[in-house]
């Protein structure tokens, strides 16, 4: 049984990939961090509390902690905006109340203290910036010897960026440009790291197909939040939007959904180029992944979200 530890960055495909994990089987959740990246960090933990309420399905004695780690470069406004609509959702507000608490340490120590008291050791997956992860290293750097794997949606190894503003060339990915410095602190480890960028899947767009998929089988009450998450966000062809975040948590569960290669690259700290990845044979291996199964990666998706009657 895989012990995880889960951090992430509160927007709907962050949410959606805690929803899963909540209700997956034969895994343990230790705890849950949300830093504030993507998605306003208030809303992202409310709702990961409010979710913690509805679909508990292991009973894991689970508190959500707040992050207050701060951006390098922080994402735009206007993508923040869509975690206040999903924690205003009225399947999550439907009771009036929240049970589950917020964790009385910040993220970066709660996660030293989940890792730390675990009896076996930790698989974490990450789908925003590494900073959480950076300064626990930092304040504990034996818990490092506890970390099994790294699960990281993150980066780019090919020069495809979805950063485009002033002071950046537009070749880096957000979670990375986010807070490059703690990219290199974590990549200076000795952690086995898994990555998932953006070049990772052509497979999973997010589609009005995909989106009729979940309105389909809205009678489970998983598969209904994701359907009504998934429409606050538009994804448009010039700017399509694929489904990283779930794929690394999925991956994660489930490691035949992927296909992988070992790469070496370094991240840039510093300039226009900051968080941008190059690859480089004296860099840190990295095991890259390359192409995702569609039909079994939805297959064990609908399986965990069908789980909740």
Same mark, same amino acid.
């Given at each position: 049984?895989k012990?995880?530890?889960?951090?992430?960055?509160?927007?709907?495909?962050?949410?959606?990939?805690?929803?899963?994990?909540?209700?997956?089987?034969?895994?343990?959740?230790?705890?849950?961090?949300? *830093?504030?990246?993507?998605?306003?960090?208030?809303?992202?933990?409310?709702?990961?509390r409010?979710?913690?309420?509805?679909?508990?399905?292991?009973?894991?004695?689970?508190?959500?902690?707040?992050?207050?780690?701060?951006?390098?470069?922080?994402?735009?406004?206007?993508?923040?905006?869509?975690?206040?609509?999903?924690?205003?959702?009225?399947?999550?507000?439907?009771?009036?109340? *929240?049970?589950?608490?917020?964790?009385?340490?910040?993220?970066h120590?709660?996660?030293?203290?989940?890792?730390?008291?675990?009896?076996?050791?930790?698989?974490?997956?990450?789908?925003?910036?590494?900073?959480? @992860?950076?300064?626990?290293?930092?304040?504990?750097?034996?818990?490092?010897?506890?970390?099994?794997? @790294?699960?990281?949606? /993150?980066?780019?190894?090919?020069?495809?960026?979805?950063?485009?503003?002033?002071?950046?060339?537009?070749?880096q990915?957000?979670?990375?440009?986010?807070?490059?410095?703690?990219?290199?602190?974590?990549f200076?480890?000795?952690?086995?790291?898994?990555?998932?960028?953006?070049?990772?899947?052509?497979?999973?767009?997010?589609?009005?197909?995909?989106?009729?998929?979940?309105?389909? @089988?809205?009678?489970?009450?998983?598969?209904?939040?994701?359907?009504?998450?998934y429409?606050?966000?538009?994804?448009?062809?010039?700017?399509?939007?694929?489904?990283?975040?779930?794929?690394?948590?999925?991956?994660? @569960?489930?490691?035949?959904?992927?296909?992988?290669?070992?790469?070496?690259?370094?991240?840039?700290?510093?300039?226009?180029?900051? /968080?941008?990845?190059?690859?480089?044979?004296?860099?840190?291996?990295?095991?890259?992944?390359?192409?995702?199964?569609?039909?079994?990666?939805?297959?064990?998706?609908?399986?965990?979200?069908?789980?909740?009657?």
């Amino acid at each position: 049984m895989k012990n995880i530890y889960f951090n992430h960055d509160g927007n709907i495909d962050d949410l959606v990939s805690y929803l899963l994990l909540l209700q997956a089987p034969d895994i343990k959740l230790l705890g849950v961090g949300a *830093i504030d990246a993507d998605g306003y960090i208030d809303p992202s933990v409310e709702a990961c509390r409010k979710m913690t309420d509805l679909f508990n399905l292991r009973g894991d004695d689970l508190t959500v902690a707040r992050s207050n780690s701060r951006a390098v470069n922080q994402f735009p406004h206007e993508w923040r905006m869509a975690t206040y609509s999903f924690n205003y959702l009225p399947i999550l507000n439907e009771k009036g109340h *929240i049970d589950t608490k917020q964790a009385e340490l910040p993220a970066h120590l709660d996660m030293v203290e989940k890792i730390k008291h675990s009896k076996e050791p930790v698989t974490l997956v990450m789908t925003g910036p590494l900073t959480d @992860l950076a300064r626990a290293l930092d304040t504990d750097p034996d818990i490092e010897k506890n970390i099994k794997k @790294l699960y990281w949606m /993150g980066g780019s190894l090919d020069g495809h960026g979805n950063v485009a503003i002033v002071n950046a060339d537009g070749t880096q990915e957000w979670n990375a440009f986010w807070d490059p410095y703690a990219v290199k602190r974590v990549f200076d480890s000795n952690l086995e790291i898994q990555m998932v960028g953006l070049e990772s899947t052509e497979e999973l767009p997010l589609n009005d197909e995909l989106r009729q998929h979940w309105a389909s @089988l809205r009678k489970y009450p998983a598969m209904d939040l994701v359907g009504q998450g998934y429409s606050l966000i538009v994804s448009v062809p010039s700017a399509e939007l694929y489904l990283w975040d779930v794929l690394t948590t999925i991956s994660a @569960l489930y490691p035949e959904v992927v296909e992988t290669e070992q790469a070496h690259a370094r991240v840039i700290t510093d300039g226009l180029s900051a /968080g941008s990845f190059v690859r480089d044979p004296n860099g840190r291996e990295v095991t890259l992944v390359t192409k995702a199964n569609k039909d079994l990666f939805f297959k064990k998706m609908d399986e965990i979200l069908e789980r909740s009657k």
